[in-house]
């Protein structure tokens, strides 16, 4: 049996706003908002050359279940270049872009298959091989019902089975928690791939079948840092291998810049500025948060006597008109520095307390937050990275105001 070749991609977000983003010039905040939009056209130029044998799209093609028109028009355009490259195109829609919203609709071409809003089966045939593919979209914007008792067991083995789900997994509290599934569940289906959305960060739950999510094609905030795009993949019946394609037209990232041996404001900005040069040399724009990090006692005294707003603004202005585009939304330092003994005995006994929590006590701490109609679209649920990062910016403003105490 002769293998196939896909692309997998999931949670395009087209035209999302980037709530949030502080300091940007209007031209800035336009290139982030078209980041969405550059991300997707990578992903449609990429499959235009090298002729996948189809696209699954596995939810929240759009950001708002109000679908804006311009979102629309360029996923019709991408689609219809995918149309006239002769690619077959199965996508669902998942809770950002339920079938229940109330947008003008875009006619979208023949090559385009829309899962509904019950699980459905569409079938290819890619070289005289017989491809079956199921999945749904979501009628409303909250499924917190199990899915998967609806997709068929396969029963045909001389065909291949792709199961599209946008969905968590059953205990995984870091998303919302829509249409659960266990791995066992899917492994019940004997699918031969299980291509997954919802979930931003790129992970494999299972190898043997591949349980998948590609992540997003375009960060949206720091905590979707890194490089996003999607995968190809060319599956057999007895092996899948993967290629990452990246997309990013803007990354988020945290650089932490070591301090030692600084005397002077003129040598901690060039520290800084070399770090960004060096990030977007391998990386290309970017939107930023900087730690300082790693004092002695001269760079200690230095940062002590600057205001972290007032070393921002000078870092924006000579970063002002970079021929890569660069934001810097967020400086702060992590000064474990100490001139003479110990911690004071009331910021260990503090800092011990934290690192007693385990990860779901500060989820529990915060749930009224994670609950709250308003607040839980925008915020995410901490991970171990984010609470070390509290953790260590706690103690530096303990020890900050200890400090102008003496």
């Known amino acids: 049996m002769s293998s196939i070749r896909f692309i997998h991609t999931a949670d395009l977000h087209l035209d999302s706003p980037f709530k949030g983003m502080t300091g940007l010039s209007t031209a800035a905040l336009q290139t982030v908002r078209n980041s969405t939009f550059a991300a997707f056209h990578r992903l449609i130029e990429h499959a235009v050359a090298s002729k996948p044998d189809f696209v699954v799209i596995v939810g929240d093609v759009y950001d708002g279940e109000d679908r804006s028109l311009r979102a629309q028009l ?3 355009q991408g689609m219809e270049r995918l149309h006239e490259a002769g690619i077959p195109v199965i996508l669902s829609y998942g809770n950002h872009d339920h079938l229940s919203g109330n947008w003008t609709r875009f006619k979208l071409p023949p090559n385009v298959y829309e899962c ?3 699980v459905d089966k569409v079938t290819l045939t890619v070289r005289g091989q017989e491809v079956s593919l199921y999945g749904f979209s ?3 914007r909250h ?3 199990e899915m998967v008792s609806q997709f068929p067991v396969a029963t045909e083995r001389n065909a291949f089975h792709i199961g599209l789900l946008h969905g968590s997994q059953s205990g995984n509290e870091t998303h919302d928690v829509y249409a659960p599934f266990t791995i066992d569940e899917l492994l019940a289906k004997q699918y031969d791939y299980w291509a997954l959305g919802h979930i931003h960060l790129r992970q494999h739950l299972h190898e043997d079948p591949p349980i998948v999510y590609p992540g997003n094609l375009q960060g949206r905030h720091r905590n979707e840092a890194g490089e996003k795009g999607f995968y190809e993949v060319e599956l057999s019946k007895t092996e899948a291998a993967f290629t990452f394609v990246p997309t990013s037209a803007i990354q988020f990232a945290t650089l932490r810049i070591p301090c030692q041996q600084l005397r002077h404001v003129n040598e901690l900005l060039e520290t800084i500025q ?3 040069e060096a990030f977007l040399t391998e990386n290309g724009p970017a939107i930023l948060d900087l730690e300082l990090q790693q ?5 200690a005294s230095l940062v002590e006597q600057n205001e972290e707003e007032l070393l921002m603004e000078m870092l924006t202005e000579q970063l002002e008109g970079h021929e890569t585009f660069v934001s810097v939304q967020r400086l702060t330092s992590v000064n474990n520095y100490r001139a003479a003994g110990e911690h004071d005995a009331l910021v260990t006994s503090i800092l011990a307390q934290m690192d007693r929590w385990e990860l779901d006590e500060w989820h529990e701490q915060l749930e009224d937050v994670y609950s709250n109609v308003r607040t839980r679209r925008y915020v ?9 990062t509290i953790r260590q910016r706690a103690e530096q403003l303990l020890l900050n105001e200890l400090q102008a105490e003496k």
């Open 116 to 118: 509904k809003e019950h």
């Open 380 to 388: 995410e649920r901490l991970t171990e990275e984010q609470v070390q």
């Open 143 to 145: 499924i917190r019902q």
């Open 74 to 76: 360029k996923f019709q």
């Open 138 to 140: 979501y009628p409303q």
């Open 295 to 299: 004092f002695d006692a001269n760079s």
């Open 274 to 276: 070399q770090a960004i």
